[in-house]
């Protein structure tokens, strides 16, 4: 006598991860026979936690071979009660399927704004697949009450456009199965508003204003006047922006060294920065500059000893081409380990210059002293 080991039917979703609120499309097969039916109970989800939310039935009904769920947890799909050739039970298992949580993000637009403006808010959901609906948006100035009109959003409209005029923030919170889910874009109001945004920080526009005063700008003569450079960090864990400081480093009136090293895990490089202690516009004209060479201890630019200067010339608009070099170096750095990659700007007498990464020799032209109060 012989016995065959015949296969149990195949339980088979078309995916095995998806996103809580994702629905998931299954089939059951049997194999061996033509001649089989699914009776009581049928298709069964088994959930892996018994607190995760149960999951609701798409599309099937009685004894189909095909099935979607609506999921909020991980498990898996069962299908009991099988018989086969009219006498053999059977019961397919699927594999596990994993249930992530979505992704929930809010983006305001513009985010910059000079007074009150139409802002349009915008609550979406990755993947766009999963269903869901808001739970609420809350609008908080940043001192004060009030700045949006002529009433706060509600929970009807994933995409909110109302009048705001303080700066402040908007938070929305979804409920997604287990998971609530909350994000919040700000909104400023500053004077003149470049629409970079970066550039509107009001973080950047001190740290630009207290590098360029820190370059003793005001100097009567070229060699009193020291560049002073630095980064913006996003600590990742406060959401606050960081400035730091290269001053430790060699600078002078027209060379400032950068050493931008920080912890990935906490931090995101926003943008690099420098100054230029002169006026284009009024002609100013450095006429030399120190010769410099790496440092073999520290990696680090030097002056050449003895002093050796070279000449400079009329210092322009735009970035140099040190500027530009170190521009595109840093950013190959940051693509390499699929970081964004950042501009740098640059901060004269006359004008703000952002260097557009990737993009040499394109510039954007600030003209932060025809707003007076662009960096306050
Ligand atoms: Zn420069």
Redesign the pocket.
Known sequence: MTAEVLPPPAVTPERTTLAAGETVALTVTVTWTTNWVIGTPGWVWVKDSASSPDPVVVQGCGQTTSWSYRVYGSGHAEVRGIVAEGHIPLTGVGPHIQVTPPQFKVTAAPASIAGAQAVTFTAAVTPSTVTWSLSSWTWRPDSGTGGISPNGCTPAEKVCTRTISLSGWMKATTVIGQYTLTDSAHVRVIPCPTGDSIADLQETRAALSDALQASNVSGPNFQGRI?RAGMLLRNLQTGGVEVVRFDNLYADWCASNDDIAYNSGTHRLLAIF?T?PYSPKAGDIVPYCNKLEIDPNTGFLRPVQPPAIVPFGNVGAG??D??WNLLNALNQQLLAVGQPAVDEY?IDLDNIMRLNHGQQPAYTSIGYNACPNWLR
């Open positions: 560049e420098h230029h970035g140099s040190p500027d640059v």
